[in-house]
């Protein structure tokens, strides 16, 4: 089976979020959809190991706040590829508290929704919540990112969390070069791309770039990245 064929389903970027009593949590979530309009239903599929899937599951409410085209990686990254219970995610980001009293993130957002859970499926690795969306608001009409774009444009990779994760999916495709992959999230540096939102400039060498340079979507130090 070509699981890339999965690729071919459209995909969003989003940050989930929600709470355990007085405690936050959030994380990148590429499966959120719509399942009525009247009355307005959402779902989002989360992993049973993150911490907002344990969230979720006590509190029975969350939010969902739709990424900009033009997110920086290391956003996407700090709610993607760090967990909650090692660092404060929401620590130095702007977000508010509304009806469900779960976080609604608003930086780099184009939108947010806030959902009371009324249904869920246990699907083995993941669970799908389903519910009610009680409150919405577009914030902004910049252009929302696709999974797509952030695969082919920012170049981003995907947690192994992810529903839509597939083992090796990188290292296959990018080697050669003088490309090198972070070790810690995937990531590939390509000389001939650079890192612009990092202060490297395209035409780069891996070898030229300062040694305190970090993995722009996991924050891992340059030591951590081997030649692909």
Known sequence: MDAKALYKIGYGLYVVTSRKGEKLNGQIANTVFQ????????????????????YIKESRVFAVSVLRQDTPLDFIGRFGFKSGRDIDK????????DQTKAPIVTDNAVS???VEVTNEMDMGTHT?????VVDAEVLTDEVCMTYDY????????TPKTAPSYVA??????????????????????????????G???PGTPFEEIPDDWVCPVCGAAKSKFEKI
Do not use: M
């Not at 952030?150 to 990779?157: E, T």
């Not at 090796?168 to 612009?196: F, I, N, R």
């Open 35 to 54: 399942i009525t309009s009247e009355p307005p239903t959402v779902a989002v599929s989360i992993n049973k190991s993150n911490l907002t899937w344990e």
């Open 90 to 97: 929401l620590e130095g980001i702007n977000y508010k508290i």
């Open 112 to 114: 947010y929704l806030e």
């Open 128 to 132: 799908i919540f389903a519910g009610r």
């Open 150 to 157: 952030y695969h082919q444009i920012k170049r981003g990779v």
């Open 168 to 197: 090796e999916e990188k290292k296959a495709e990018a080697s050669g070069s003088g490309k090198y992959q972070c070790t810690v999230c995937g990531w590939v540096y390509d000389p001939e791309l650079g890192d612009p939102d």
């Open 199 to 201: 202060g490297i400039a």
